[in-house]
């Protein structure tokens, strides 16, 4: 079955520990984007990628990375320096080209809480 | 900057009744793409509907539709013969195209809807 998968589905770090949420799709599909989830607040953009080797800064990138070096594969490492890291991370992942209204398939989340 | 607005943080409706959930944003453009996702307890955000502004009959889905009237730039979602399943939170989506190919997504706060039986 088609779909994106995100890798754990809870996870605990201690302050000032780096940590990588792992994203993996296989839709074939060339754009890639990770959201974040906050009580009452939506989801607010961290990072996107439109190809490999090529990613975007989204609305609060800060204290966040990403790379891109497969086209299925979009890891976000959460660094120390993100003040507040808890949150449950989405990743999505849209076909990115042509026109038309493409959604954006996401994945099951992560649910990263430190302290 | 786009802002999607959904003014409602909760409501409930009655099994089998019928319920709209209410979202205004706020664009310069002309030609875009407003969604609704649905979001239960599982937290796996599911698609329930799309609309491009540029058409002007409103999308359906079954029993979901909307009313999208782009003068006031306002994209309510009517769920009819409301069921338990529907029983979630709902996101209205307004997408702002980025680099040629890629799009944002910009979500409102969301309005929990629960279902009473």
């Known amino acids: 079955d088609g779909g994106i998968t995100q890798s754990p589905k809870y996870l605990f770090r201690k302050e000032g520990q780096n940590v990588t949420l792992s994203c993996e799709q296989n839709l074939n599909h060339d754009a890639m984007y990770w959201y974040r989830q906050d009580p009452g607040q939506g989801l607010r953009l961290i990072y996107y990628s439109q190809i490999v080797n090529d990613f975007q800064k989204g609305d609060i990138a800060e204290g966040y990375s990403v790379s891109r070096e497969k086209k299925e594969s979009f890891p976000l490492t959460v660094t120390s320096a993100q003040k507040n890291p808890t949150a449950f991370y989405l990743c999505?992942?849209?076909?990115?080209?042509?026109?038309?209204?493409?959604?954006?398939?996401f994945g099951p989340g992560t649910r990263l809480t430190v302290t | 900057a786009q802002t999607v607005t959904q003014s409602q943080p909760e409501m409930s409706v009655q099994e089998a009744e019928t319920v709209t959930l209410s979202c205004t944003y706020d664009?310069?453009?002309?030609?875009?793409?407003l969604f609704w996702y649905k979001q239960p307890p599982s937290r796996q955000m599911i698609l329930v509907i799309r609309q491009e502004a540029y058409k002007q009959q409103n999308a359906t889905e079954n029993r979901f539709s909307v009313n999208f009237q782009k003068a006031a730039k306002s994209f309510s979602l009517k769920i009819s013969d409301s069921q338990l399943g529907d029983a979630a939170m709902y996101f209205c989506?307004?997408?702002?195209?980025?680099?040629?190919?890629?799009?944002?997504?910009?979500f409102g706060k969301g309005t929990k809807l629960s279902v009473i039986p």
């Open positions: 999505a992942s849209s076909i990115g080209f042509g026109g038309s209204a493409y959604e954006q398939y």
């Open positions: 664009t310069s453009e002309s030609d875009y793409y």
């Open positions: 989506a307004y997408r702002r195209d980025l680099r040629a190919g890629s799009y944002q997504l910009t």
